[in-house]
Structure formats: C-alpha cells, structure tokens
T-cell receptor, first 115, second 112 residues
Framework: GAGVSQTPSNKVTEKGKYVELRCDPI?????LYWYRQSLGQGPEFLIY????????DSGLPNDRFFAVRPEGSVSTLKIQRTERGDSAVYLC?????????????FGQGTRLTVV | AQSVTQLGSHVSVSEGALVLLRCNYS??????LFWYVQYPNQGLQLLLK??????LVKGINGFEAEFKKSETSFHLTKPSAHMSDAAEYFC??????????FGTGTSLTVIP
C-alpha cells in the first residue's frame, strides 16, 4: 500500500479481555516499530522487528504484551488481560532498514480504550 | 543511553512571528536527529532529519533545524509562523541499528 495501515482505527474493550492490533507496513520495509502514545506524551517505544525477528523488545511493559511478524511483513500486537492503564494510541511505523538514519513512516494509530 | 528533552510543552506565537522549538539530546555516540509533526487526528510526519554532513538542515513547510554538537541541541525554527503550522512537534533521536527515542512533544499554537 501507499502508507502504513493500522487496523482497527478504534478499539473499545472490557477490562480483562484480549485484543489484537494489526499493522501493515509499507511494502519492502524490513524494519517495523510499535510505539504507544498516551495523552500529552511522546511515543513510547515498545518493540521493533528487523525482518521476522524481534530485534529489541525491551519496551514491552510486561508479559501481557506480545508482538509477532511471522512473514516479515504484517505485524500483530497482542495484549492479554487488558487493564484500564493500557488505554492509549498504539502507533506502528516502518522503515526501509534499521540503520537509524532512515525515515520511519507512521500509521495513524489504533486508539485502544479499556473500560 | 539516549534521551530527548523538549523544553516547553506549549508554545504560542503570533502569525508571522518566528517559531523556535527547543530540543536537547543525550547520546553516548553521535546520533541521528529528527523532527516529526503530528496534526490533529493524523499520523506522525517527518519534517526533517540530520544524519551526517551539513549541520543546518532544511525541511518541509519552511522549517529548518541546526545540529549543534557542543550544545547537544537540535532546535527547530521557522522564520514566519502560519496558521497551518499549529500542531504537535516531536524531536527524536536514533542511531545505527536502534529504535527512535521521542521527546514528550511541544504543542504549537499560532495566534491570528
């Protein structure tokens, strides 16, 4: 596609439920990043993939959070036993590589609300 | 370790006035530096970046930033603010094989 696509754009779930957030990166981009943005804050790093493997998952807050990218393209962020504190906008970005000097292209995010 | 500090969570300027948004970074190695803009209900969009070479970097929409290693700064400027510049601005730092670290953002208001 032309840009990074995230689905759904909005998700409301009940506390304790399981959710999956999907990210379709720009075709050919090998690096994929997940960030979380709370109101009034900058994006907070969660995890990034280089190809199919998680190159750095140090930002995942706890073991309720997990992400996969099985074929090196689409990625899914999975949150188990959701809590109200998980409410935020989850951003996905992709870039041609993970050299660090390459622009990351961001999706519009998924707004997760846990009630 | 890397981090980014943006001084001033809210900045207001009059239309036509100079825009100055401040960003300081800390990094153990020479970093790559970025400014992103986020308009309401939109994704983050790259304004400009510094990787190597000329320290004064020009970006889109008339914005520019200067990398000053001695001051560990990468402030964003625009000579004349336009109403359409009202948005949230984020400074970010990265380096080879690493993720992006973002500042907490500066909300720019342009007063007519």
């Amino acid at each position: 596609g032309a840009g990074v696509s995230q689905t759904p754009s909005n998700k409301v779930t009940e506390k304790g439920k399981y959710v999956e957030l999907r990210c379709d990166p720009i075709s050919g981009h090998t690096a994929l990043y997940w960030y979380r943005q709370s109101l009034g804050q900058g994006p907070e790093f969660l995890i990034y993939f280089q190809g199919t493997g998680a190159a750095d998952d140090s930002g995942l807050p706890n073991d309720r959070f997990f992400a996969v990218r099985p074929e090196g393209s689409v990625s899914t962020l999975k949150i188990q036993r959701t809590e109200r504190g998980d409410s935020a906008v989850y951003l996905c970005a992709s870039s041609r590589n993970d050299r660090g000097d390459t622009e990351a292209f961001f999706g519009q995010g998924t707004r997760l609300t846990v009630v | 370790a890397q981090s980014v500090t943006q001084l001033g969570s809210h900045v207001s300027v009059s239309e036509g006035a100079l825009v100055l948004l401040r960003c300081n970074y800390s990094s153990s190695v020479p970093p790559y530096l970025f400014w992103y803009v986020q308009y309401p209900n939109q994704g983050l969009q790259l304004l400009l970046k510094y990787t190597t070479g000329a320290t004064l970097v020009k970006g889109i929409n008339g914005f520019e930033a200067e990398f000053k290693k001695s001051e560990t700064s990468f402030h964003l400027t625009k000579p004349s603010a336009h109403m359409s510049d009202a948005a949230e601005y984020f400074c970010a730092v990265s380096r080879w094989g690493n993720q992006f670290y973002f500042g907490t953002g500066t909300s720019l208001t342009v007063i007519p």
